[in-house]
């Protein structure tokens, strides 16, 4: 099996419909979906037909618990997660064959955008161009850290074995440590100029109306992520204090609180931005 495609899902059959025939049909390529406790009827027959349809049957809902599903039973020699809303370019898999025999760990690739509500071009995804860009032309190694989302790229399957790798198991974020780790243990990487994966802007997704109890879950993982660094000699990406303190003030605890004044304190956390920290010309 080359290809093992891992796809969480939540009552959006139609959309995952969409993505399914965005996938070619090849025997080296499985498609995992995990059912996230859908509410929704439908007919799944059609379904069922272009993948492996699992239902989530453990206690924890969530995006992250789906994949960790996925991931046990994926037999593929390369990783590739996407979303049910979403879908693969139409080259996506002539780009994918042209570097499958690589030795590196991770490849990132080239993403698209589009409101799914207009077709309209979306900038969800320009951070993470900027980052392969950055990556092609200077070898900047901040993709390794900074590209949390799991879809837009090609892992290798036993990175993640050798290292233990899992999702999260929260309703938001869950993707970050895993993209963060896999980044740090990979041992090469590389970055192609080309799209694979389109991705679509909702109006009422949890990047575009994040809650405050998504918030809070999204501070505690970023925390994590900073204690990770800092423990691998990574402060230099770190959120930074002033970052953190600006996105997430209306949403800290007295728990938090103490977490990020702890760091601090100890010299654990960065406190300035790159932009600032790079001027003053230290790292």
Request: net charge positive.
């Amino acid at each position: 099996m080359k290809y093992s495609i891992i796809v969480p899902h939540f009552n959006d059959f139609k959309s995952l419909e969409r993505l399914l025939d965005s996938i070619p049909h090849r025997d080296d390529i499985e498609v995992i979906v995990v059912d996230d406790k859908s509410t929704d009827t439908y007919e799944l027959t059609n379904i069922k037909s272009k993948c492996i349809f699992l239902d989530n049957n453990t206690e924890q809902k969530s995006a992250g618990t789906c994949r960790n599903l996925g991931l046990k039973i994926a037999k593929g020699k390369w990783l590739l997660f996407a979303d049910s809303d979403d879908v693969f370019t139409d080259e996506a898999f002539n780009y994918l064959d042209a570097v499958s025999q690589s030795n590196d760990d991770i490849i990132y690739f080239k993403s698209l955008s589009l409101v799914e509500e207009t077709g309209e071009i979306s900038d969800r995804n320009s951070y993470l161009l900027d980052l392969v860009n950055q990556h092609l032309q200077t070898g900047d190694e901040s993709i390794r850290y900074r590209y949390y989302p799991p879809w837009g790229k090609l892992i290798r399957h036993q990175l993640v074995k050798d290292n233990n790798i899992s999702f999260d198991q929260v309703m938001a974020s869950n993707d970050v440590m895993f993209s963060v780790k896999t980044g740090y243990y990979a041992k090469s990487i590389s970055s192609v100029d080309k799209p694979i994966y389109c991705v679509m802007q909702r109006k009422n997704s949890l990047t575009t109306k994040p809650s405050k109890k998504n918030q809070k879950i999204r501070l505690v993982v970023e925390l994590n992520k900073n204690d990770f660094l800092y423990e691998k000699g990574l402060k230099y990406y770190q959120t930074s204090l002033q970052s953190l303190l600006s996105k997430y003030k209306d949403v800290l605890s007295s728990e938090t609180s103490f977490r990020i004044v702890r760091s601090f304190i100890s010299f654990r956390q960065r406190v300035l931005p790159n932009s600032i920290q790079d001027k003053l010309g230290f790292k």
